[in-house]
């Protein structure tokens, strides 16, 4: 079996990854005190005596508000400790999949969907921390395959400590006699996490460079929940356009997928595998 080393094993989508290959897999997932991925040493410890073949780095501060509130902490372990990770995958010649963010085109004022040869244009600190990361580690080691995801998912129940996701959140506020309201100025793509965990093996075969990872989505995020609705039989009186976010700027950070489908690797779109999925929320 190969030999496959994930990190941010406790995460949303690092415990997911465990649970889908550790049958197929000699997975090696320390937690966070085994193998502090901001500790060069430590990361070095591990993969000498794991010796990965293939390596997923998922662990970050993905919390975009955490990273604002402590850019300090987030870029030693966003931008530092992606570094260290890549590093060790160079020199144990490791297949590197590093998750980046489709953040980095936040501030793009090309309308979506976006590219990889596009100028990264961040907004947030995160977005800055993973452009910079994806550098970084392009740099210590060019056969990293850096992979923008978007805005992930899961119908099943939230684990304990774990945070909220697009759909979950959903299922909460249609036990309540909300109104539910969604940006319309907002675009961008929400994937089925278990879509990700799925297609990540694939990737072991991609060139190293950045591709965009996700479902397509060319709606805004308010068409996206109607159509959605719509197309379960749902109750769409209940949806409102949120005129105000975003309403200065418009967001758009949809991605394209051709680079991706060229490399053999295809995602369902988002309003597919919502409506999919949808029928297991309620
Ligand atoms: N979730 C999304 O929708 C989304 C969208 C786009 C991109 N991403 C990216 O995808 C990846 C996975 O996201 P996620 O939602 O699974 O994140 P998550 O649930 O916040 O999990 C982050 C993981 O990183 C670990 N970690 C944090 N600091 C660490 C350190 N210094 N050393 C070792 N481990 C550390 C955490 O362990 P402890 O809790 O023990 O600290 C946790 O296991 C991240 O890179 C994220 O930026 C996520």
């Given amino acids: 079996m190969r030999r496959l080393l994930i990190t941010g094993a406790s995460g949303f989508l ?19 005190k085994e193998m502090d991925i901001t500790n060069r040493e430590q990361v070095l410890a591990v993969f000498h005596g794991f010796k990965p073949q293939i390596v997923i780095h998922s662990a970050a501060i993905s919390d975009v508000g955490m990273c604002e509130r402590e850019p300090d902490r987030s870029r030693r372990i966003n931008i530092d400790g992606s570094r260290n990770i890549a590093e060790a995958s160079a ?31 961040p907004l947030n600190v995160y977005g800055k921390e993973k452009l910079t990361a994806e550098e970084e580690c392009l740099k210590q080691n060019p056969e990293c395959t850096a992979l923008r995801l978007s805005w992930m998912y899961d119908t099943r129940t939230l684990r304990e400590g774990e945070h909220g996701d697009f759909i979950r959140t ?25 879509e990700v965990v799925r297609n990540l093996e694939k990737c072991a075969e991609l060139k ?55 490399g053999g690797i295809t995602f369902p779109a988002t309003l597919e595998s919502l409506i999919r999925n949808g029928g297991n929320i309620i």
């Avoid at 465990?18 to 049958?23: F, P, T």
């Avoid at 010649?93 to 953040?103: E, V």
């Avoid at 397509?216 to 409102?240: A, Q």
């Fill in 91 to 121: 020199i144990f010649r490791a297949k590197f999949l590093f998750c980046s963010s489709d953040q980095v085109y936040f501030g793009s004022r090309i309308q979506g969907p976006h590219r990889e040869d596009e100028r990264g244009v």
């Fill in 170 to 194: 959903l299922a909460l506020r249609l036990r309540t006699p909300d109104i539910l309201s969604y940006p319309v100025n907002d675009v961008r793509g929400i994937t089925d996490v278990n």
């Fill in 14 to 32: 690092g415990s997911r990854i465990i649970e889908y290959y550790r049958d197929r897999y000699e997975v090696c997932a320390p937690s966070h």
């Fill in 208 to 262: 190293g460079g950045i591709y965009n990872f996700g479902s397509p989505n060319d709606k805004n995020t308010y068409e996206t929940v109607f159509d959605m609705f719509r197309e379960l039989g749902w109750d769409t009186m209940r949806l409102r356009k949120d005129e105000e976010s975003f309403r200065e700027a418009p967001r758009d950070i949809s991605m394209d997928q051709k680079k991706l489908n060229d």
